[in-house]
């Protein structure tokens, strides 16, 4: 197994510290599982998109502008 140097802000790794009891490695390795697994979901769900970079800017920028806007913020 490789190994990996993590860095944390000094006032995380004091939390951490309070819990001496939970593998933090193990959580890390979780994260970073579970975050490969919706990279390749989501490699497989936009393989044959013929969406570009800015298509799907464009279509984000409208979600959210009418998201806001449902919810009164615009």
């Given at each position: 197994m490789a190994n990996l140097t993590l860095a944390v802000p000094e006032r995380l790794h004091?939390?951490?510290?309070?819990?001496?009891?939970?593998?933090?490695?193990?959580?890390v390795r979780?994260?970073?599982?579970?975050?490969?697994?919706?990279?390749?979901?989501?490699?497989?769900?936009?393989?044959?998109?013929?969406?570009?970079?800015?298509?799907a800017m464009k279509i984000s920028k409208e979600i959210d502008e009418e998201v806001a806007r449902k919810l009164g913020l615009s």
């Amino acid at each position: 197994m490789a190994n990996l140097t993590l860095a944390v802000p000094e006032r995380l790794h004091e939390k951490m510290k309070q819990h001496s009891e939970i593998r933090w490695s193990e959580i890390v390795r979780m994260a970073i599982q579970k975050k490969i697994e919706d990279m390749e979901l989501m490699d497989m769900l936009t393989d044959k998109s013929r969406l570009t970079a800015k298509d799907a800017m464009k279509i984000s920028k409208e979600i959210d502008e009418e998201v806001a806007r449902k919810l009164g913020l615009s």
